[in-house]
């Protein structure tokens, strides 16, 4: 059964910083690209944040170019998604997503808000 675990979510000031992190089990982690989406509230969810399956690529939504950065650990079956000087409009559901082999893999997400 594959499971991906985000974690790391919480409240945070215009900004601040926080680190999310996904688990993944169930798969051969290290042959999946990684992606970080997320979903505000009214809107519909899009891609923040891809790695490569050997986390040699990675590629960002404009709006968080140059403030978040994603990351991989294959030995861990880890993927994080460090995010500094966050804005308001970051306020969203944060989803870890694997995919591969036409297959496509989520988690459950974990909620981020900014706010003063």
């Known amino acids: 059964q594959v499971q991906l675990v985000e974690s790391g979510g919480g409240l945070v000031q215009p900004g601040g910083s926080l680190r999310l992190s996904c688990a993944v089990s169930?798969?051969?982690?290290?042959?999946?690209?990684m992606s970080w989406y997320r979903q505000a509230p009214g809107k519909e969810r899009e891609m923040v944040a891809t790695?490569?399956?050997?986390?040699?690529?990675?590629d960002y939504a404009d709006s968080v170019k140059g403030r978040f950065t994603i990351s991989r650990d294959n030995a861990k079956n880890m993927v994080y998604l460090q995010m500094n000087s966050l804005k308001f409009e970051d306020t969203a559901v944060y989803y870890c997503?694997?995919?591969?082999?036409?297959?496509?893999?989520w988690g459950n997400g974990t909620l981020v808000t900014v706010s003063s």
């Open positions: 997503n694997a995919r591969g082999y036409n297959l496509n893999y």
């Open positions: 790695v490569s399956s050997g986390g040699s690529r990675s």
């Open positions: 169930g798969l051969t982690f290290s042959l999946y690209a």
